[in-house]
Antibody, heavy 117, light 106 residues
Framework: QVQLKESGPGLVQPSETLSLTCTVSGFSLTSNSVHWVRQPPGKGLEWMGIIRSGGSTDYNSALKSRLSISRDTSKSQVFLKMNSLQTEDTAIYYC???????????WGQGVMVTVSS | DIQMTQSPSLLSASVGDRVTINCKASQNINKYLNWYQQKLGEAPKLLIYNTNNLQTGIPSRFSGSGSGTDYTLTISSLQPEDFGTYFCFQHNSWPTFGAGTKLELK
């Protein structure tokens, strides 16, 4: 079945770089896009960016200067890197699968990232 | 960006009640509107896609409607397992989400 699982550090120092990995199973990264979405505590969901099945990327304009999404199809992994982290980046980070029919249909469990010294 | 205004933010209801949750888009989203359910500590679950299409495995008490800028999720007869948070999501253009509706037991 389709599964996505995020992994990464739970705590990041301010001004440092966040690196997260999304490991997927049950589908191919060359067939489906993967989106990253985050949710700060007590706030709404924010779309961060996409890596398409063909490998192209797009980012939320508010995050574009700090965000990079890449992948390793052989390992079924998608990577998120975001630099210059601030406390406002404290959030649960989710990777999600996208289909052309349903939009986002599956979500990972999410990983909580706290930005604090 | 398209803004999604979801209401109400909190809904208190009883088992067996019919409940509705609304989302209003800041512009026409051409029915590219999904609804998700999220329970504490769990991944969100897709309920309805493209306004009125029930995702596989989702009970028929869930339904969606709408067009243009206004969309509604209806639960025809609330069950104990339906309590949680619901949010809408538009994918007509760069994706955006509603702020969520917490559905709690009255």
């Amino acid at each position: 079945q389709v599964q996505l699982k995020e992994s990464g550090p739970g705590l990041v120092q301010p001004s440092e770089t966040l690196s997260l990995t999304c490991t997927v199973s049950g589908f191919s990264l060359t067939s489906n896009s993967v989106h990253w979405v985050r949710q700060p505590p007590g706030k709404g969901l924010e779309w961060m960016g996409i890596i398409r099945s063909g490998g192209s990327t797009d980012y939320n304009s508010a995050l574009k200067s700090r965000l990079s999404i890449s992948r390793d199809t052989s390992k079924s992994q998608v990577f998120l890197k975001m630099n210059s982290l601030q406390t406002e980046d404290t959030a649960i980070y989710y990777c999600t699968r996208w289909t052309t029919t349903e939009g986002i249909d599956y979500w990972g469990q999410g990983v909580m990232v706290t930005v604090s010294s | 960006d398209i803004q999604m205004t979801q209401s109400p933010s909190l809904l208190s209801a009883s088992v067996g009640d019919r409940v509705t949750i609304n989302c209003k888009a800041s512009q026409n989203i051409n029915k590219y509107l999904n609804w998700y359910q999220q329970k504490l500590g769990e991944a969100p679950k897709l309920l309805i896609y493209n306004t009125n299409n029930l995702q596989t495995g989702i009970p028929s008490r869930f339904s969606g409607s709408g067009s243009g800028t206004d969309y509604t999720l209806t639960i025809s007869s609330l069950q104990p397992e339906d309590f949680g948070t619901y949010f809408c999501f538009q994918h007509n253009s760069w994706p955006t989400f509603g702020a969520g509706t917490k559905l709690e037991l009255k």
